[in-house]
């Protein structure tokens, strides 16, 4: 009847709106994450320069310590927001392979010790686990224990304690991993809400309240569970991350391959494309004292006359630029280049899933996300030049 139509129609117009609202949601926070992650990459590659130079005293080494870690925790914090979006859309995809849950653990400890140290707090672990080997996405596996680390050393005041236990349980299918800590606490009424996103169980806490709901989605999407609980406000408060592991009780054979960088190759002729002047001045130094012969540009424009007189084996490009896009540049310079054998690195402030895979379709070897962390990027140039050297090699037989 006419009553009925009238009522489905409102259910669908408001479902629309709701979808139309996610979505400019979802374009903000992309756009937000874009505006946070530029201005962060000079400061690393900063850092990086300081720290590199033979007369920076040991002090300044603490303070440029400290500056990183804090410009990698902002970086953090945006991926949070970030990730509640692809979390609330479904988005979020698992990279899964065969891992040892304590490699990552002590990978998540390592991470944290300088904090550990600054706040004077004794971390004690206890890693007991026999069967500790699963099927996870192994960096999002470590964000999992990152997260339950980090909120320890977040609510623990200075000469306070956190302990870090794993066991394999009684049935001996599932690995135990315990983050346990004698600081603030949990109030009984919050205990319920711990795990929803924006909860926090004290507002002087700082943060955006987001790491927990993390945490406890990422374990469920590998099949785990989370739970805590807490005596109350000044008693500590406990975690438990339970997933399921593999009936071996050792890592797969696969595991225990050493990891080699890429042999040395000539140094690269890098065309580097991005429109952030203190972005490309940082990069460009540090190019440059790597040996990489290195032509700058600021603009498409400036890229394509940079490409009439520079014969280049890389280029190294923003992906939002002032006239145009990353992606236009590199198609074109491969378009007029003799073989078409062009190798491109996209730098990009958006980190979503599509924005990476948009990248990767249009042929970029690598898409790095803004803040850019150089040792990042050095990386992926070698592997680019051990490419060329073998190519090199073959031709010349």
């Known amino acids: 009847d006419i009553t009925e139509r009238k009522?489905?129609?409102e259910a669908l117009r408001a479902q629309a709106e709701a979808e139309?609202?996610?979505?400019?949601?979802?374009r903000f926070l992309a756009m937000l994450s874009h505006e946070l992650r530029t201005p962060l990459s000079p400061v690393l590659h900063s850092v990086a320069l300081l720290n590199e130079?033979?007369?920076?005293?040991?002090?300044?080494?603490?303070?440029?310590?400290?500056?990183?870690?804090?410009?990698?925790?902002?970086?953090r914090l945006i991926d949070d927001l970030l990730d509640v979006a692809r979390i609330r859309n479904g988005k979020l995809e698992l990279q899964m392979q065969w891992v040892d849950a304590h490699d990552l653990l002590r990978n998540a400890l390592q991470i944290c010790a300088p904090e550990v140290r600054a706040r004077k707090l004794v971390m004690t672990t206890d890693l007991g686990a026999e069967k500790r080997v699963l099927l996870a996405d192994p960096a999002r596996l470590q964000q999992i224990f990152w997260n339950l680390i980090n909120n320890a050393l977040k609510f623990t005041s200075a000469g306070g304690e956190i302990n870090v236990v794993t066991r394999t349980t009684p049935e001996g299918n599932h690995?135990?991993?315990?983050?346990?800590d004698t600081g603030a606490g949990i109030p009984p009424e919050k205990l319920p809400r711990i795990f929803d996103a924006f909860e926090q169980a004290s507002k002087s806490s700082g943060g955006l309240g987001l790491g927990l709901a993390i945490c406890k989605a990422l374990t469920e999407l590998h099949g785990g569970t989370v739970a805590a609980r807490s005596g109350g406000s000044s008693r500590g408060s406990t975690f438990v991350v339970s997933l399921?592991?593999?009936s071996a009780a050792t890592v797969p054979a696969a595991l225990d391959l050493p990891q080699v960088d890429p042999p040395e190759a000539t140094p690269l002729r890098v065309l580097l494309v991005e429109d952030h002047q203190d972005t490309a001045d940082t990069l460009q130094r540090l190019l440059i004292r790597r040996n990489?012969?290195?032509e700058m540009a600021g603009s498409i424009a400036a890229a394509m006359e940079v490409a009439k007189h520079f014969s280049f084996d890389v280029l190294v490009t923003d992906i939002g630029l002032p006239d145009g896009n990353g992606v236009e540049l590199f198609q074109d310079l491969k378009g007029r280049s003799a073989n078409g054998e062009i190798y491109?690195?996209?730098?990009?402030g958006f980190g979503m899933d599509e924005d990476i895979d948009r990248s990767l379709s249009a042929g970029f070897e690598h898409h790095i996300t803004?803040?850019?962390?150089?040792?990042?990027?050095?990386?992926?140039?070698k592997e680019i030049g051990a490419k060329l050297e073998t190519k090199r090699e073959l031709q010349a037989v």
């Open 7 to 9: 009522r489905t129609e």
């Open 175 to 180: 690995i135990e991993v315990e983050v346990a």
């Open 292 to 294: 990489y012969k290195v």
């Open 344 to 348: 491109g690195i996209a730098l990009s």
């Open 244 to 246: 399921p592991v593999n």
């Open 370 to 381: 803004k803040p850019i962390e150089f040792a990042h990027l050095h990386r992926c140039l």
């Open 20 to 26: 139309a609202a996610n979505a400019a949601k979802d």
């Open 53 to 75: 130079d033979p007369n920076c005293p040991p002090s300044m080494r603490q303070d440029l310590e400290v500056i990183s870690r804090n410009v990698q925790l902002e970086a």
